[in-house]
């Protein structure tokens, strides 16, 4: 009886993790450089980190009812920090300012690749050489950093180089990476040629993405952490010209952590039929002038206004840097925005009143957990979006130290989320919006509902500005109230002066997912916001174009 419970007890155990394994291989590789590290009288690294990262990803993409890719790859990539000096000042040097390899024409730069599999051994030697090179590296500009300051200006409010931080320790659960590609293979391919039977749309695109990523993460404060994140995509995308020649695009993007999370066929062949309906109403809009007078901006339009204009502008780098314009530098504690207006940031929310959020994560890039920022309460500005390089007057990372693949990760956004105290119906806000054009002598107003992502500028070398690409604007005459389609416009405008306009907000918050590209790289993101009525918002024409559309019909169009 006692043999055939130890079989049973031993039959029950699980299987060994092979996270554990490549952990525990990064942090042995990681104690050796710490003790031993060290060039003659140089000064050893007071601080090392390392990251891992395992990329599953598959792309499902169909056009004209055919599919044209059709793969699975798999990836790991490492990002290895080392640091000489100490948390005061140390080596850590601007990346245009990274010039740190010999000039001795012998250089090699190690490649930055982890194993494809999992082999602890062939892990550590990675790391190795990565180390050497970065520690290297580290010697270098710090020396050359020590050097620039004999010209500079002593700063007595230089913040430290680096947040000296807590340590963590978590193994994060797994999480299973399942969905049907012949499910994905199917609908991208009779979605696609539904849009390409359209004779009016030159091209089009059916995409279905699926990726998962395990982060490994180390360093010499103690911090071991292993997260398994997923994230599931579909979009459609058509393309068409006016007859002007105009090129005009229209899309659906849908993002969630699991396939089933994504909406369903039905859904998203609706949603295929109205986005193609929105590009062929488009092509027969009418062109407009450039326009300066109200609008308003429904949910997307208003939550890429916040995250250009204002979102940007709050993340920590931001505040410091020679090449930055600087905008809210100095600003905590007084007023930026309406005092009817509140802005925070918060990665921990994984969804909002159903809809799931981009920009989740537990941990950040730099091993800090993600927390909730309060950016702007009642229009006062309290607090910046902080990596581990700190800012005057905060000291510590808030846990938004973000980065694509294996770059350097920097301050950004993760969910940014609007809230305002002066809410009106939808109806009434329309209503707000026809008194305005009519006391400013315009005979119409805007209302922007869809907008397909924007940019902006936040550096010294050139003017503190944003745009935003709208694409469906409707023109609301202010005798009648009636809504016309127009096109051919982009939103501009200088950051504070446009966010300052605000006169009152929508009921209801909507959610825009995407991705936000910067120096760090793609990561995801969401914006919350609700509907927003600018009192005066600037609208140039959008780049005309000239070309033809094809000159015989497609062989897919009916």
Same mark, same amino acid.
């Given at each position: 009886?006692? /043999?055939?419970?130890?079989?049973?007890?031993?039959?029950?155990?699980?299987?060994?993790?092979?996270?554990?394994?490549?952990?525990?291989?990064?942090?042995?590789?990681?104690?050796?450089?710490?003790?031993?590290?060290?060039?003659?009288?140089?000064?050893?690294?007071?601080?090392? /980190?390392?990251?891992?990262?395992?990329?599953?990803?598959?792309?499902?993409?169909?056009?004209?009812?055919?599919?044209?890719?059709?793969?699975?790859?798999?990836?790991?990539?490492?990002?290895?920090?080392?640091?000489?000096?100490?948390?005061?000042?140390?080596?850590?040097?601007?990346? #245009?300012?990274?010039?740190?390899?010999?000039?001795?024409?012998?250089?090699?730069?190690?490649?930055?690749?982890?194993?494809?599999?999992?082999?602890?051994?062939?892990?550590?030697?990675?790391?190795?050489?990565?180390?050497?090179?970065?520690?290297?590296?580290?010697?270098?500009?710090?020396?050359?950093?020590?050097?620039?300051?004999?010209?500079?200006?002593?700063?007595?409010?230089?913040?430290?180089?680096? /947040?000296?931080?807590?340590?963590?320790?978590?193994?994060?659960?797994?999480?299973?990476?399942?969905?049907?590609?012949?499910?994905?293979?199917?609908?991208?391919?009779?979605?696609?040629?539904?849009?390409?039977?359209?004779?009016?749309?030159?091209?089009?695109?059916?995409?279905?993405?699926? #990726?998962?990523?395990?982060?490994?993460?180390?360093?010499?404060?103690?911090?071991?952490?292993?997260?398994?994140?997923?994230?599931?995509?579909?979009?459609?995308?058509?393309?068409?010209?006016?007859?002007?020649?105009?090129?005009?695009?229209?899309?659906?993007?849908?993002?969630?952590?699991?396939?089933?999370?994504?909406?369903?066929?039905?859904?998203?062949?609706?949603?295929?039929?109205?986005?193609?309906?929105?590009?062929?109403?488009?092509?027969?809009?009418?062109?407009?002038?450039?326009?300066?007078?109200?609008?308003?901006?429904?949910?997307?339009?208003?939550?890429?206004?916040?995250?250009?204009?204002?979102?940007?502008?709050?993340?920590?780098?931001?505040?410091?840097?020679?090449?930055?314009?600087?905008?809210?530098?100095?600003?905590?504690?007084?007023?930026?925005?309406?005092?009817?207006?509140?802005?925070?940031?918060?990665?921990?929310?994984?969804?909002?009143?159903?809809?799931?959020?981009?920009?989740?994560?537990?941990?950040?890039?730099?091993?800090?957990?993600?927390?909730?920022?309060?950016?702007?309460?009642?229009?006062?500005?309290?607090?910046?979006?902080?990596?581990?390089?700190?800012?005057?007057?905060?000291?510590?990372?808030?846990?938004?130290?973000?980065?694509?693949?294996?770059?350097?990760?920097?301050?950004?956004?993760?969910?940014?989320?609007?809230?305002?105290?002066?809410?009106?119906?939808?109806?009434?806000?329309?209503?707000?919006?026809?008194?305005?054009?009519?006391?400013?002598?315009?005979?119409?107003?805007?209302?922007?509902?869809?907008?397909?992502?924007?940019?902006?500028?936040? /550096?010294?070398?050139?003017?503190?500005?944003?745009?935003?690409?709208?694409?469906?604007?409707?023109?609301?005459?202010?005798?009648?109230?009636?809504?016309?389609?127009?096109?051919?416009?982009?939103?501009?405008?200088?950051?504070?002066?446009?966010?300052?306009?605000?006169?009152?907000?929508?009921?209801?918050?909507?959610?825009?997912?995407?991705?936000?590209?910067?120096?760090?790289?793609?990561?995801?993101?969401?914006?919350?916001?609700?509907?927003?009525?600018?009192?005066?918002?600037?609208?140039?024409?959008?780049?005309?174009?000239? #070309?033809?559309?094809?000159?015989?019909?497609?062989?897919?169009?009916?």
């Amino acid at each position: 009886m006692l /043999s055939l419970i130890l079989i049973a007890s031993l039959a029950a155990k699980p299987p060994p993790d092979v996270r554990q394994d490549l952990l525990d291989a990064m942090v042995v590789e990681l104690e050796r450089n710490r003790v031993q590290l060290k060039l003659n009288e140089d000064k050893p690294p007071y601080f090392v /980190s390392y990251q891992l990262k395992d990329f599953d990803q598959t792309e499902i993409s169909a056009r004209y009812g055919a599919l044209f890719v059709d793969q699975q790859w798999h990836d790991r990539k490492l990002f290895v920090d080392v640091r000489v000096g100490n948390y005061g000042y140390d080596s850590s040097i601007s990346d #245009d300012m990274d010039f740190s390899f010999s000039m001795k024409g012998n250089s090699y730069i190690t490649r930055k690749n982890a194993p494809a599999e999992d082999h602890p051994l062939a892990l550590r030697t990675a790391l190795w050489l990565i180390t050497d090179e970065k520690y290297k590296g580290a010697l270098f500009n710090f020396l050359k950093k020590k050097g620039e300051d004999v010209y500079t200006v002593e700063d007595p409010k230089r913040p430290p180089s680096f /947040s000296k931080e807590t340590a963590v320790v978590h193994l994060g659960d797994k999480v299973p990476f399942a969905f049907s590609s012949d499910r994905w293979r199917k609908l991208a391919r009779e979605l696609s040629s539904q849009v390409a039977a359209n004779k009016e749309i030159f091209d089009s695109e059916v995409r279905f993405t699926a #990726d998962k990523v395990v982060r490994y993460f180390v360093s010499t404060e103690g911090t071991r952490i292993v997260t398994e994140e997923t994230m599931f995509g579909f979009h459609v995308a058509g393309f068409t010209r006016a007859d002007d020649g105009q090129l005009l695009e229209n899309s659906r993007d849908y993002y969630a952590p699991t396939e089933a999370q994504l909406p369903d066929d039905a859904k998203i062949r609706a949603a295929a039929t109205t986005m193609i309906s929105e590009l062929l109403a488009l092509r027969l809009a009418p062109a407009i002038d450039p326009y300066t007078g109200p609008a308003i901006l429904e949910p997307d339009a208003a939550g890429v206004l916040f995250h250009e204009a204002v979102g940007h502008r709050l993340e920590g780098e931001r505040q410091d840097g020679d090449a930055e314009g600087k905008t809210f530098r100095g600003q905590v504690g007084k007023q930026v925005l309406p005092p009817f207006l509140s802005i925070y940031d918060d990665p921990t929310l994984r969804e909002r009143k159903g809809v799931q959020l981009n920009g989740f994560y537990l941990f950040d890039e730099e091993g800090v957990r993600g927390r909730r920022v309060p950016l702007v309460e009642a229009g006062v500005l309290r607090n910046y979006l902080l990596s581990r390089r700190p800012v005057d007057g905060f000291a510590q990372s808030n846990g938004h130290g973000r980065s694509q693949g294996n770059r350097k990760p920097v301050a950004r956004m993760a969910n940014l989320i609007v809230e305002s105290k002066k809410t009106v119906s939808d109806a009434e806000l329309k209503k707000l919006l026809i008194l305005e054009a009519k006391r400013q002598g315009k005979p119409y107003g805007l209302v922007i509902r869809d907008i397909t992502g924007g940019n902006t500028n936040t /550096s010294t070398f050139g003017y503190q500005a944003f745009k935003g690409i709208p694409r469906m604007v409707y023109r609301v005459d202010v005798r009648d109230g009636k809504e016309s389609l127009v096109r051919g416009v982009e939103i501009v405008g200088s950051p504070l002066s446009s966010i300052n306009r605000v006169v009152a907000t929508g009921p209801t918050p909507g959610v825009f997912n995407g991705y936000c590209g910067a120096e760090s790289g793609m990561v995801p993101v969401s914006t919350v916001a609700p509907a927003t009525l600018l009192q005066e918002i600037e609208l140039q024409r959008a780049v005309e174009g000239k #070309d033809r559309p094809p000159l015989l019909p497609s062989p897919s169009a009916k």
